[in-house]
């Protein structure tokens, strides 16, 4: 038995401590948790896990029918489907750790009302979910993309492929702290709940997804487009993986410190709300 | 009490001055921008905005204090039971412990992993098999995936569910799902248990298997065990020591028989000698063709052997030919002790005074409540008419010092049967 175990709690906030390690030692209910949110929301479906593929794919259909043929946005050259396939699906994974996270308090309110577990290990694990099933996806992006390759409609930068899974953990991260951000305020200010959504929505406009940034030329909206951090990871990825991409040194730099800082704030404000927001749902 | 206990064995829990301030009304529904107003009034000094002209300054959030100023030392391998009615903030300060939420003054030190049972089977999912609950809510509960793979075969084997483990738990009964739901909380190896009301559903055998359990884990293997209930049989037979809560305060600590008593003294105040009733009162099964319209006591306290009368008012639509009383005595927290049968006899429509004597002989030292029943016999049919529910109270008292010491009712129970009584032995009496 583990005498040497010590819990202090006061009422005063612990400082700025991140609690990592405890999450750590949670690790076996992270993979629960991730287990899980994939065995619920395919039980009952006539389609299953097909859902994962087809959403995103229809979506792709879309945006190539409306902005690449009525609209005819550029895209770089890059076959259509493959292009917005790609963004759709990378996208998907930047929004679902936003909105996933966003209601991690008030959508688990009965369980963290009855026992005490570090609070963090649900906003991970949606981030993994939201992960795998971006891999999931790309297994089909991948068939497109054998089948361009073998007709030479595109050339991947294939020396920049060891940044993609840098990138995906970037927005991963990103996207984690800007939805527990949320989540901590909205047990206080519930509008922010509703706001998310369609938030999130304006937001891909903002961002090179249903166009690439090269048809944006110099004006306020590219330096806009250039300020928004998800723009850059965007572009970066497309250039390693599909061979074309805008990539501007400095605003990379500013993309990746912004999601440290967006990261780190969103832990410090999550354990702080942690403590007492039972009192307050 | 903590200083009579010996200071060399180990604390498993010190609470020292911990509050619990709640805010009443409705909390969060402010809006963004009033908050942001307030504060930027508050950063340059100025009157906040938001406050209503002529508000007292002081009863702005009107908050009440659940916990008030809580101060306790709990051993290593102790059991300790928590009473107290409900409001009394048995379960505000089981949520501190868990750390669901933080106290608003004070400090908790805890040495030693907590397993916190504030509800049965949390985090379990319907669609999920019982062997994925088991795994989901024991990670919940604090163990890694290795430590329930090895207690996998024990805790199956004690929830009595095995033939519907790979069953999700939607299809199980209630019962099967609490039996579960216990077995993984039973089995963790944490230091601190935490338990409130859990075993409160259930049936008898598995709740006794459970308490079992429980007492075996505090007392074996020097785990501590917080334990909330209304039921004074189990706190009876799980702790060996009891804290009575009023008002956010302690108001005792120490011998679980004490705690007891203290504790159903404030609900003697159900005891009367006369009681009125409406129609509304009777129970909802029964005929209905009668009501019982008051029920007076010879007295609500009598001494232990001496014949209580009691005069029952009955207001009848119809004649019965064979009424009769079945009543049911029972503690003052609701569990039955017997069954009193009466005499049947016949009345006509309308009022009829009828009055019993109750023998008091076989009833230990206590406070006891009494449900009667009455019923028509038709032919060999017992039909229940109306049902007056845990509504008359009576005392029984008794100067008689049994073996050396007052009544124990934790192991002698509420029942003083006749003395047994020496069989005349012919042949074998050498004195013949």
């Given at each position: 038995m583990?005498?040497n175990?010590?819990?202090?709690?006061?009422?005063?906030?612990?400082?700025?401590?991140l609690?990592?390690?405890?999450?750590w030692?949670?690790?076996?209910l992270?993979?629960?948790?991730t287990?899980?949110s994939?065995?619920?929301t395919?039980?009952q479906?006539?389609?299953g896990?097909?859902?994962?593929?087809l959403?995103?794919?229809?979506?792709s259909?879309?945006?190539?029918?409306v902005?690449?043929?009525?609209?005819?946005?550029g895209?770089?050259?890059?076959?259509?489907?493959?292009?917005?396939?790609?963004?759709t699906?990378?996208?998907n994974?930047?929004a679902?750790?936003i909105?996933?996270?966003?209601?991690?308090?008030?959508s688990n309110?009965?369980v963290f009302?009855?026992?005490y577990?570090?609070?963090?290990?649900?906003?991970i694990?949606?981030m993994i979910?939201?992960?795998?099933?971006?891999a999931?996806q790309?297994?089909?992006v991948?068939?497109?993309?054998?089948?361009?390759l073998?007709?030479?409609?595109?050339?991947?930068?294939?020396?920049?492929?060891p940044?993609?899974?840098f990138?995906?953990?970037?927005?991963?991260?990103?996207?984690?702290?800007?939805?527990?951000?949320?989540?901590?305020?909205?047990?206080?200010?519930r509008?922010?709940?509703?706001?998310?959504?369609f938030?999130?929505?304006?937001?891909?406009?903002a961002t090179?997804i249903?166009?690439?940034?090269?048809?944006?030329g110099?004006?306020?909206?590219r330096n806009i487009?250039l300020?928004?951090?998800?723009?850059?990871?965007v572009?970066?990825?497309?250039y390693?993986?599909?061979?074309q991409?805008?990539?501007?040194?400095?605003?990379l730099?500013?993309?990746?410190?912004?999601?440290f800082a967006v990261?780190?704030?969103g832990?410090?404000?999550?354990?702080?709300v942690e403590?007492?927001?039972?009192?307050?749902? | 009490?903590?200083d009579?206990?010996n200071d060399?064995?180990?604390?498993?829990?010190?609470i020292?001055?911990?509050?619990?301030?709640?805010?009443?009304?409705?909390?969060?529904?402010?809006?963004?921008q009033?908050?942001?107003?307030?504060w930027w009034?508050?950063?340059?000094?100025?009157e906040?905005?938001?406050t209503?002209i002529g508000?007292?300054?002081?009863?702005i959030g009107?908050?009440?204090?659940?916990l008030?100023?809580i101060?306790?030392?709990?051993?290593?391998?102790?059991?300790?039971g928590?009473?107290?009615?409900?409001?009394a903030?048995?379960?505000?300060?089981?949520?501190?412990?868990?750390?669901v939420?933080a106290?608003?003054?004070?400090?908790?030190?805890?040495?030693?992993?907590?397993a916190?049972?504030?509800?049965?089977?949390?985090g379990?999912?319907?669609?999920?098999?019982?062997?994925?609950n088991?795994?989901?809510n024991?990670?919940?509960l604090?163990?890694?995936?290795?430590?329930?793979?090895?207690k996998?075969?024990q805790i199956?084997e004690?929830?009595?569910?095995?033939?519907?483990?790979?069953?999700?738990?939607?299809?199980?009964?209630?019962?099967m799902y609490?039996?579960?739901?216990?077995?993984?909380?039973?089995?963790?190896?944490?230091?601190?248990?935490?338990?409130d009301?859990?075993?409160?559903?259930g049936?008898?055998?598995f709740q006794?298997?459970?308490?079992?359990?429980?007492?075996?884990?505090?007392?074996?293997?020097?785990?501590?065990?917080?334990?909330?209930?209304?039921?004074?049989?189990?706190i009876?037979q799980?702790?060996?020591?009891?804290i009575?809560m009023?008002q956010?305060?302690?108001?005792f600590?120490?011998?679980?028989?004490?705690a007891?008593?203290l504790?159903s003294?404030?609900?003697?105040?159900?005891?009367?000698?006369?009681?009125?009733?409406?129609?509304e009162?009777?129970?909802p099964?029964?005929?209905k063709?009668?009501w019982?319209?008051?029920?007076?006591?010879?007295?609500?306290d009598?001494?232990q052997g001496?014949?209580?009368?009691?005069?029952f008012?009955?207001?009848?639509?119809?004649p019965?030919?064979?009424?009769?009383?079945?009543?049911?005595?029972?503690?003052?927290s609701?569990?039955?002790?017997g069954?009193?049968?009466s005499?049947e006899?016949?009345i006509g429509a309308g009022?009829?005074?009828?009055?019993m004597?109750l023998?008091?002989?076989?009833?230990?030292?206590?406070?006891y409540?009494?449900?009667?029943v009455l019923?028509d016999?038709?032919?060999e049919?017992y039909?229940?008419?109306t049902?007056?529910?845990?509504a008359?109270g009576?005392?029984?008292?008794?100067?008689?010092?049994?073996y050396?010491?007052?009544?124990?009712?934790?192991?002698w129970?509420?029942?003083?049967?006749?003395?047994?009584?020496?069989?005349?032995?012919q042949?074998?009496?050498?004195?013949?």
């Amino acid at each position: 038995m583990d005498t040497n175990y010590h819990i202090h709690i006061t009422s005063k906030p612990k400082g700025l401590s991140l609690n990592l390690r405890e999450v750590w030692d949670y690790r076996d209910l992270i993979v629960l948790f991730t287990k899980r949110s994939f065995a619920l929301t395919f039980k009952q479906t006539v389609l299953g896990p097909a859902w994962i593929f087809l959403n995103p794919l229809i979506t792709s259909i879309i945006h190539t029918l409306v902005f690449g043929e009525i609209a005819g946005f550029g895209t770089d050259g890059i076959p259509k489907i493959l292009f917005y396939f790609t963004s759709t699906a990378l996208w998907n994974y930047y929004a679902n750790c936003i909105t996933q996270n966003a209601t991690t308090f008030t959508s688990n309110a009965a369980v963290f009302g009855k026992v005490y577990f570090p609070r963090l290990s649900i906003p991970i694990s949606n981030m993994i979910s939201a992960l795998i099933r971006f891999a999931i996806q790309m297994l089909l992006v991948g068939a497109f993309l054998v089948f361009f390759l073998l007709r030479g409609e595109v050339h991947p930068h294939w020396a920049y492929w060891p940044v993609l899974p840098f990138v995906l953990l970037q927005l991963g991260m990103m996207g984690l702290g800007v939805g527990i951000i949320v989540s901590s305020l909205t047990t206080k200010y519930r509008d922010l709940s509703i706001l998310v959504g369609f938030g999130v929505q304006l937001w891909m406009y903002a961002t090179p997804i249903v166009y690439s940034l090269s048809i944006v030329g110099p004006s306020l909206t590219r330096n806009i487009m250039l300020i928004n951090p998800v723009t850059l990871p965007v572009e970066v990825f497309r250039y390693a993986f599909l061979g074309q991409g805008t990539i501007v040194a400095g605003y990379l730099i500013w993309s990746i410190v912004f999601t440290f800082a967006v990261m780190i704030l969103g832990i410090l404000i999550f354990n702080r709300v942690e403590k007492t927001f039972m009192d307050t749902v | 009490m903590a200083d009579m206990t010996n200071d060399s064995r180990k604390v498993a829990i010190r609470i020292s001055g911990v509050k619990k301030r709640y805010v009443l009304g409705q909390i969060g529904g402010r809006t963004l921008q009033a908050d942001l107003q307030s504060w930027w009034a508050r950063k340059h000094g100025k009157e906040d905005p938001n406050t209503v002209i002529g508000q007292d300054q002081r009863l702005i959030g009107q908050s009440f204090m659940a916990l008030n100023g809580i101060d306790l030392t709990i051993y290593q391998g102790e059991a300790v039971g928590i009473i107290g009615s409900n409001g009394a903030g048995k379960s505000t300060l089981l949520k501190l412990l868990s750390r669901v939420t933080a106290p608003t003054a004070g400090e908790i030190d805890l040495y030693g992993r907590v397993a916190s049972m504030l509800e049965v089977g949390t985090g379990f999912n319907g669609e999920m098999t019982g062997r994925e609950n088991i795994y989901m809510n024991g990670t919940i509960l604090g163990m890694t995936k290795a430590e329930i793979d090895k207690k996998m075969e024990q805790i199956v084997e004690f929830s009595e569910v095995r033939d519907f483990i790979d069953t999700p738990v939607k299809r199980y009964s209630s019962g099967m799902y609490v039996k579960l739901a216990f077995s993984v909380a039973a089995h963790l190896d944490n230091e601190i248990m935490i338990m409130d009301e859990v075993l409160a559903v259930g049936d008898m055998a598995f709740q006794k298997k459970c308490l079992g359990k429980m007492r075996e884990a505090a007392m074996k293997e020097g785990r501590t065990v917080l334990y909330v209930s209304h039921n004074m049989n189990t706190i009876r037979q799980l702790c060996s020591r009891c804290i009575v809560m009023d008002q956010g305060k302690v108001i005792f600590d120490g011998d679980v028989e004490k705690a007891i008593s203290l504790y159903s003294a404030s609900k003697d105040a159900l005891i009367r000698s006369a009681y009125a009733f409406t129609e509304e009162d009777q129970g909802p099964e029964g005929e209905k063709s009668a009501w019982i319209e008051s029920v007076v006591l010879s007295s609500s306290d009598v001494e232990q052997g001496e014949d209580l009368e009691i005069t029952f008012r009955i207001n009848s639509r119809i004649p019965m030919a064979s009424a009769g009383f079945r009543c049911v005595v029972t503690s003052l927290s609701g569990e039955a002790i017997g069954l009193v049968p009466s005499e049947e006899f016949s009345i006509g429509a309308g009022v009829t005074e009828i009055t019993m004597v109750l023998r008091t002989g076989e009833l230990a030292p206590g406070s006891y409540l009494f449900d009667p029943v009455l019923y028509d016999r038709r032919k060999e049919d017992y039909v229940k008419i109306t049902h007056i529910i845990q509504a008359i109270g009576f005392r029984v008292s008794s100067a008689v010092i049994y073996y050396n010491t007052v009544w124990q009712k934790k192991y002698w129970g509420n029942v003083l049967f006749e003395k047994m009584i020496r069989v005349k032995d012919q042949e074998e009496d050498p004195g013949e």
